[in-house]
């Protein structure tokens, strides 16, 4: 079942919900628009898709976020279901375009993401919290296949930072969003203004 405040539960290629696995993306080079297969794969998955001309895998991860929903494809004029691609027997929906990589940060690799992304964190959990130290943050979107680094390097002002979620957390997450990918394979995305304890 999924959260009606996030979207529109006859959307099925829109939401991303409790897969338990792995879920991968893959990029078509010329666009640079990113898709995403919903549903969990294997690592062998990853390596061995039989790619369309033009197409590149572009990562491999856990998704964090208890139920996640794509409002609309990136370029749409209004929310609706998502653009779908077939892949060597999955289903990928164009979920995101990536812009411009903000330069002078050598600790992570920071871009500007055209998505229209919503997502639930489940009361009980505790999830990291990524502060920019400018009164905004980031909830993690995706952990590696393997655990990810707790001592990761951060630009200075930025701290991660371990919350209790009391009750469930709903994010919106703007658009463009503010994505940070860490070198152990950890993302997260904003920016928000959060005030959790």
Same mark, same amino acid.
């Given at each position: 079942?999924?959260?009606?405040?996030?979207?529109? $539960?006859?959307? =099925?290629?829109?939401?991303?919900?409790?897969?338990?696995?792995?879920?991968?993306?893959?990029? !078509?080079?010329?666009?640079?628009?990113?898709?995403?297969?919903?549903?969990?794969?294997?690592?062998?998955?990853?390596?061995?898709?039989?790619?369309?001309?033009?197409?590149?895998?572009?990562?491999?991860?856990?998704?964090?976020?208890?139920?996640?929903?794509?409002?609309?494809?990136?370029?749409?004029?209004?929310?609706? $279901?998502?653009?779908?691609?077939?892949?060597?027997?999955?289903?990928?929906?164009?979920?995101?375009?990536?812009?411009?990589? !903000? =330069?002078?940060?050598?600790?992570?690799?920071?871009?500007?993401?055209?998505?229209?992304?919503?997502?639930?964190?489940?009361?009980?959990?505790?999830?990291?919290?990524?502060?920019?130290?400018?009164?905004?943050?980031?909830?993690?979107?995706?952990?590696?296949?393997?655990?990810?680094?707790?001592?990761?390097?951060?630009?200075?002002?930025?701290?991660?930072?371990?919350?209790?979620?009391? /009750?469930?957390?709903?994010?919106?997450?703007?658009?463009?969003?503010?994505?940070?990918?860490? $070198?152990? /394979?950890?993302?997260?995305?904003?920016?928000?203004?959060?005030?959790?304890?």
């Amino acid at each position: 079942m999924t959260h009606q405040a996030l979207g529109n $539960p006859d959307w =099925a290629d829109n939401w991303t919900v409790d897969v338990g696995g792995l879920l991968m993306e893959i990029i !078509e080079t010329a666009t640079r628009n990113v898709w995403l297969c919903h549903s969990p794969v294997t690592i062998e998955q990853y390596h061995s898709l039989d790619l369309p001309a033009g197409f590149v895998t572009s990562g491999i991860g856990r998704a964090v976020a208890d139920e996640a929903y794509f409002r609309r494809s990136p370029g749409a004029e209004a929310d609706g $279901p998502l653009d779908t691609l077939d892949v060597d027997g999955l289903r990928f929906a164009f979920v995101a375009r990536p812009g411009e990589r !903000e =330069a002078d940060i050598a600790e992570a690799m920071v871009l500007w993401v055209d998505k229209h992304h919503s997502m639930r964190y489940a009361a009980g959990r505790t999830i990291p919290i990524l502060d920019f130290g400018d009164g905004t943050a980031a909830t993690p979107a995706f952990t590696p296949p393997s655990e990810p680094a707790t001592d990761r390097a951060l630009p200075a002002g930025w701290s991660v930072r371990d919350v209790e979620l009391a /009750g469930d957390l709903l994010v919106e997450i703007p658009n463009p969003a503010r994505v940070v990918f860490f $070198p152990d /394979g950890s993302g997260f995305h904003g920016p928000l203004r959060l005030e959790l304890k």
